[in-house]
């Protein structure tokens, strides 16, 4: 599942690859992946010229200008499980689960959407609707403060890991990161935010910022589906230290890779080098939000 590091990169395709160019034509194959109508959303993209790529998050939203003095457009992407954005050419085969094609200036080429799995999204809103879904998500684990992330630890009860994972909390961590960064802090998975000390929240705090900056130098992760815009897999695969490796030795200490369920996803840790805390979040009654 694409996480932020996945999806700044293909954020930075986009710059590279899409920013400035026209929307010329829209064709909406399967409509399940629109929010709203498809006639809304074809009307509301076609014709915008691409000015701006952001991302919060996992959440990635295309500022479209649209002409005679038309206020701006957004087209919010959310990748979900399995969704892909690339720029290709218009000619190039269709491969099966493309549900949109945006066609770029003269149409040569052209910006597709593919989602296997189709919990992807895309919706066209316009700037107050942008902005209300951008507020209702917490700091960017990349923009977030010590401060605003240690204030955000304190008093809660439940799994750190669910925590990591909130996305109110703080925007773009899933599965992959919220393991490596718990790995390299040392933290268990079920340490209760509230209750680790001062020098572990630094810790987890600066993990977090290493391993989205290592993962984003890397292009991200690619397991199953995920590809960058130019449809190339991530490389930080072979660094992953404890995520999907379960029964494999820890890199730092040979101990075997563990693996727990909490709140319904799979948590790879290293009994040896993230030790349970005595006072750890009760397995039952942990929740992801
Ligand atoms: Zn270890």
């Known amino acids: 599942m694409p996480e932020l590091p996945e999806v700044e990169t293909v954020a930075q395709g986009l710059q590279k690859r899409a920013l400035g160019r026209r929307i010329t034509s829209v064709e909406v194959r399967h409509a399940g992946v629109i929010v709203g109508s498809p006639e809304g959303f074809v009307s509301g993209v076609e014709g915008g010229r691409l000015v701006a790529v952001g991302r919060k998050g996992k959440a990635l939203a295309l500022e479209l200008a649209g002409g005679n003095a038309q206020p701006s457009r957004y087209l919010l992407v959310r990748l979900g499980m399995t969704g892909q954005l690339t720029v290709v050419p218009r000619a190039a085969p269709l491969e099966p689960h493309t549900h949109v094609r945006l066609a770029l200036d003269a149409g040569e080429e052209e910006l597709r959407f593919r989602d296997v799995r189709r919990f992807g999204r895309l919706r066209c809103c316009t700037r107050p609707e942008w902005e209300a879904v951008w507020s209702a998500l917490g700091p960017d684990a990349q923009q977030v ?145």
Not at 162 to 184: P, R, T
Not at 216 to 242: C, H, K, M, W
């Open 145 to 289: 403060t010590e401060a605003e992330f240690r204030r955000a630890m304190h008093g809660r009860r439940g799994a750190i890991k669910s925590w990591l994972m909130n996305q109110k909390v703080i925007a773009g961590l899933g599965n992959i990161y919220a393991d490596e960064s718990l790995f390299v802090a040392r933290i268990h998975p079920l340490a209760q935010p509230g209750r680790v000390s001062g020098k572990k929240a630094r810790s987890l705090f600066r993990a977090v910022r290493k391993v989205l900056e290592r993962a984003v130098a890397l292009q991200g992760t690619s397991f199953r589906d995920y590809l960058d815009i130019e449809g190339r897999p991530g490389n930080f695969l072979p660094r992953l230290r404890v995520y999907q490796r379960t029964g494999e030795p820890c890199r730092r200490c040979g101990h075997e890779i563990r693996r727990m369920v909490i709140a319904g996803r799979s948590s790879h840790f290293c009994p040896h080098c993230q030790p349970r805390p005595r006072r750890a979040a009760k397995m039952r009654g942990t929740r992801p939000a």
